[in-house]
């Protein structure tokens, strides 16, 4: 019996309703498999945890952590609470930084059964390598001045070693996929960082001549993921240009509540942390119409991961069926709750 252990982060908002739905197929998945268990810990780490404690999690919440095969998380963020930039550094991004999840792989295809907002989707499937670690996102810089002197400074970091680790990881898995990578680049306005992760790029792919490279500024390749997704396989992008690529990877598979990510730590000193692309959905929580095939899916990466790939494999397939079959949350076009769909995907799971 191989046996993971799993810290469960809700979080905030539809986290609530998608991860009980998800860990409901991961057991039945387990269950149907008979030789993997898993235990799962849950942890009530969120902004209503911030109201009473004053932080996102305790002081030796890494610690606690640290134990684990792996991190499951729904979403982060209750601004009505918690300033967002607050809740997310006390708690997702302080996990993937202290815990070197130093890559984010999102993918996004044409899924059956689900329509995708574009005229021409052409059978697309994409997967976003974002680098997760440094970039745009950081704590450097400051606020001078209140008012109408006030200045704000917000420094970018991009380092040889962040950037050539997440090209060379969008190389390796283009070798594993269709032999093609693509560089999200804007190197016609930003002076510094872009030009450099450019030279990186075309030093790294010299190392890998059997792949097809090309790079875009991410203005364009935005509008090629509306106007040709097909043409991509792996894109490699900085923080920020993966997070909002993802988004609309989401968006042009039919919404975001299905799109699905993890936080890789290559090193091996950390667990991996897997959570949905979307956030905690204030505007639907409480209702019960949460997609949960976002999370779900997340679960397919986490077995992946765990190499138990057949399995993750057999569920995305079920998944599809499910959404062939119509039986979809309203954000995709049906009228089926989070719970529904989850049901339908374990009993289709027993019955396999
Ligand atoms: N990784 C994370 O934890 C994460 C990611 C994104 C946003 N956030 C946080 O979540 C909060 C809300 O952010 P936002 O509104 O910008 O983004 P969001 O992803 O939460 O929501 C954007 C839109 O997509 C819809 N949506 C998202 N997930 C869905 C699902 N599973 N099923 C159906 N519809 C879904 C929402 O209803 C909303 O209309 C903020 O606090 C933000 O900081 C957290
Ligand atoms: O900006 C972030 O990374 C938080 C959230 O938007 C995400 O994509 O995980
Ligand atoms: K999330
Ligand atoms: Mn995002």
């Known amino acids: 019996m191989k046996k993971f252990e799993i810290a469960v982060i809700p979080g905030d908002g539809i986290g609530k309703e998608v991860v009980p739905a998800a860990l409901d197929v991961l057991q039945t998945v387990a269950d149907v498999h008979g030789g993997i268990q898993f ?7 969120n902004c209503d945890y911030y109201l009473e404690h004053g932080k996102m999690m305790p002081d030796n919440g890494l610690e606690i952590l640290q134990g684990f095969d ?7 963020g209750n601004p009505q609470l918690v300033p967002d930039h607050v809740s997310l550094w006390g708690l997702l991004i302080k996990i993937r930084r202290e815990f070197e999840q130093v890559i984010n792989i999102r993918p996004a295809k044409c899924m059956k059964g689900i329509r995708s907002p574009l005229v021409n989707p052409n059978d ?7 680098e997760n670690s440094e970039g745009e996102y950081s704590e450097i810089g400051g606020r001078i001045h209140r008012g109408e002197d006030e200045i704000a400074v917000q420094n970018a970091i991009f380092t040889r070693k962040g950037v050539e680790r997440a090209m060379r990881y969008a190389f390796e898995l283009a070798k594993k996929r269709r032999g093609h990578v693509t560089s999200a680049t804007k190197s016609n306005g930003i002076f510094h960082s872009m030009p450099f992760w450019d030279e990186v790029f075309n030093d790294v792919k010299k190392d890998y001549r059997e792949i097809e490279s090309a790079a875009f500024h991410i203005d364009a390749l935005a509008a090629f993921f509306v106007t040709r997704p097909q043409i991509f396989d792996v894109i490699v992008a900085s923080n920020l240009f993966g997070d909002i690529l993802t988004d609309l990877g989401g968006a042009i598979m039919g919404s975001i509540g299905i799109a699905p990510a993890a936080n890789i730590n290559l090193n091996g000193k950390y667990p991996s942390m897997f959570e949905p692309v979307h956030g905690s959905a204030p505007d639907i929580y409480g209702k019960g119409i949460a997609n949960p095939i976002g999370q779900i899916w997340t679960a397919k990466m986490m077995l992946d991961h765990f190499g138990e790939d057949e399995l993750g494999k057999k569920m995305l397939e079920v998944l599809e069926e499910v959404t062939a079959d119509g039986i979809k949350t309203p954000d995709i076009g049906g009228n089926a709750s989070t719970r529904e769909v989850a049901n339908e995907v374990c009993r289709r799971l027993k019955a396999l």
Do not use: M
């Open 39 to 45: 235990d799962w810990t849950e942890f009530p780490w």
């Open 70 to 76: 792996g991190i499951f998380l729904g979403a982060i």
């Open 124 to 130: 697309f499937d994409l997967i976003v390598v974002r």
